[in-house]
């Protein structure tokens, strides 16, 4: 009996002391976030409306390696060292945060093609690490209080506090999920959305025109088509990524001649193309395309744009990058097999995060928060399928599979 009492009330001083460790760093880095979110809509708006602005871009690749330089920090690092800092508790260096804010804003206003979220794990690792040094520093709770800081930043962003939730905990180790982290990482995802909010993080108008079509045995596999569309275009994007990264590694070995050709680059093929909609995130191309509307090439120009841009140094993320090449492909897709391009669009988009990011689970919930659940069963089929057939394919080196895709017994 009194085992019994004192494993309840252990339980409970947990519950609390997790708790309000996710409420508070949530409110933290929902301040944050809010911030960082509204300075890089400032930089966006800025260079919109100053088109001459693009022609900097060098110069503000320069400016990014001189500070990275000037902190002591590879101009490599990036959400990769998060991820194997939660799995191995080394020390994530706290000058992270400073240096990736500045440095994605510095992309967004010349216009390099970049998101934001791998801005948003790496900002919200780092701050939610230096917090768990300065109350935890030499127990195993530190990864919680990382993956709460990464849950937080990634909430107020996006405005999705279950998926950010689950996608921390679900990209780490495909197959296996912290259970310890499950409670805290709600809790500061869910504050630090409330908290964005409250600041006035801008939220982005996401939405799906209902009745577009009821739900059957051909949009099963209209939906299922577009996941193996996302599939393969998960494997281009991921590999473009990385490998575009060695190549110009090796080609160009200085940091600061690499950034600058990449943005001449960039500078180069913009004037080329006469056109803005790959620079930056692209978010209004792909609210276009979930009206219906897209370029039917406009996914491939935007991996281009997005793999010259991060393999050559500019700061940013490739998860909005993403969206894009997902949406504009199942806009283009959904018109030649029969489907409403809008509907297409929102399961490109979602097809392309589950296959880029190993994250099903954490796909198909925002499916629903961004979009409802009207059509939930073809957002599933859609994030399976691609799931499923990119493989082993990731955006990140360090994570891993704890179980096979297909099994030890294949």
């Not at 800081?149 to 990634?154: D, P, S």
């Not at 996302?230 to 190549?247: N, Q, R, T």
């Not at 994250?359 to 409802?372: K, N, Q, T």
Request: aromatic residues 10%; hydrophobic residues 50%; neutral net charge.
């Amino acid at each position: 009996m009194k085992r019994s009492i004192h494993a309840s009330l252990l339980y409970l001083w947990a519950f609390v002391r997790w708790m309000l460790t996710g409420i508070l760093i949530g409110a933290l880095l929902g301040v944050i976030g809010a911030f960082f979110a509204i300075c890089i809509e400032k930089a966006t708006h800025i260079r919109t409306h100053n088109d001459y602005l693009i022609w900097f871009l060098p110069a503000g690749g320069l400016v990014i390696a001189f500070l990275y330089r000037a902190m002591k920090l590879p101009l490599s690092i990036g959400t990769d060292e998060i991820i194997k800092t939660v799995r191995t508790q080394e020390r994530v260096p706290f000058l992270m945060a400073p240096a990736i804010f500045l440095s994605t804003a510095i992309t967004h206003l010349f216009g390099g093609s970049a998101g934001r979220e791998g801005a948003a794990l790496q900002l919200g690792g780092a701050i939610g690490a230096a917090v768990g040094d300065l109350t935890h520093p030499k127990s195993d709770s530190r990864r919680i209080f990382e993956l709460c800081g990464m849950a937080a930043l990634f909430s107020a962003l996006f405005g999705t506090p279950v998926t950010a939730a689950i996608f921390v905990l679900e990209i780490i180790e495909v197959g296996r999920i912290n259970s310890r982290a499950f409670l805290p990482c709600f809790a500061s995802s869910v504050t630090a959305s409330l908290f964005a909010k409250l600041v006035g993080a801008p939220e982005e108008p996401w939405n799906l025109a209902s009745g577009l079509q009821s739900v059957g045995t051909v949009s099963y596999l209209e939906a299922a088509g577009i996941g193996v569309a996302c599939a393969i275009m998960a494997i281009v994007f991921c590999v473009c990524m990385h490998v575009g990264g060695k190549y110009m590694k090796k080609l160009i070995k200085n940091d600061y001649l690499r950034v600058v050709s990449g943005g001449l680059v960039i500078v180069a093929l913009s004037l080329v193309l006469r056109t803005r909609d790959y620079n930056g995130g692209g978010m209004h191309v792909i609210f276009d395309a979930l009206n219906g509307k897209a370029v039917p090439w406009a996914f491939l120009v935007k991996t281009l744009f997005t793999m010259i841009t991060l393999s050559c140094g500019f700061k940013g993320g490739e998860i909005v990058p993403s969206f894009f090449v997902g949406a504009t492909m199942g806009c283009t897709l959904a018109g030649l097999i029969g489907m409403p391009p809008a509907l297409g669009a929102a399961l490109g988009l979602i097809g392309m995060f589950s296959g880029i990011t190993n994250a099903p689970i954490a796909a198909i919930i925002m499916s629903v928060e961004l979009f409802g659940a009207e059509y939930l069963p073809l957002f599933g089929i859609a994030a399976a399928v691609a799931f499923m057939l990119s493989g082993h394919f990731s955006l990140y080196h360090a994570q891993l599979f704890t179980e096979p895709q297909l099994g030890h017994e294949e």
